[in-house]
């Protein structure tokens, strides 16, 4: 059943053969990208920035300075 399947309307014509690859590299590409980004965060929990961006988001503002061309430091 599902061999007649697959020839009649994948592998008889070679457009449509070659389709089904596009259409499933496509897909398979994006389903090992997720995986490989999941196991990287997950190994790398803690020490991602988007795991620790919330502890610097909220700091207090500091005198922010700036140094011109001739050194001298001019506050913004």
Known sequence: MI???LYRY???RTSSFI???VVTSVFFERAYDHACEE???WINEGRLWTHIKHKYDNLPQTQNYEK???GKEHRI
Do not use: Q, T
């Open 39 to 41: 196991i990287f965060e």
């Open 10 to 12: 994948i592998f008889k």
């Open 68 to 70: 011109d061309l001739s």
């Open 19 to 21: 389709l089904s690859i």
């Open 3 to 5: 061999s007649r399947f």
